[in-house]
């Protein structure tokens, strides 16, 4: 069983930057794709960027390619999402989750088998 908590969201304005982590506890998740995905108030839940157990491969959603970059330290057991020109689009709520061992860019939710609680991301104008 592996444990999943997401810290660094809080309000920010808009053109702000913020860097959300996810730490593991439990087991390693160095063998393992892991995912940042978010969901706004009334949206269905969506994906945001995916990175291969190496870190060597990234995949990120078309609204956030350019601005968000995904990153790990295995040696830490924890994930990053560093979040720049924020927009208010971009609030949500962010989670982190833990996928398979083969990276496929991992955009689908089913690919994911343990999740985070979730953190509150709100971009202000």
């Known amino acids: 069983q592996v444990q999943l908590v997401e810290s660094g969201g809080g309000l920010v304005q808009a053109g702000g930057s913020l860097r959300l982590s996810c730490a593991a506890s439990?087991?390693?998740?160095?063998?393992?794709?892991m995912g940042w995905f978010r969901q706004a108030p009334g949206k269905e839940r969506e994906f945001v960027a995916s990175?291969?157990?190496?870190?060597?491969?990234?995949h990120y959603a078309d609204s956030v390619k350019g601005r968000f970059t995904i990153s790990r330290d295995n040696a830490k057991n924890t994930v990053y999402l560093q979040m720049n020109d924020l927009k208010p689009e971009d609030t949500a709520v962010y989670y982190c989750a833990k996928g398979s061992y083969y990276y496929t860019q991992a955009t689908d939710m089913t690919e994911y088998g343990y999740w985070g609680q979730g953190t509150q991301v709100t971009v202000s104008l």
């Open positions: 990175i291969s157990r190496s870190g060597v491969s990234t």
């Open positions: 439990g087991r390693t998740i160095s063998t393992s794709t």
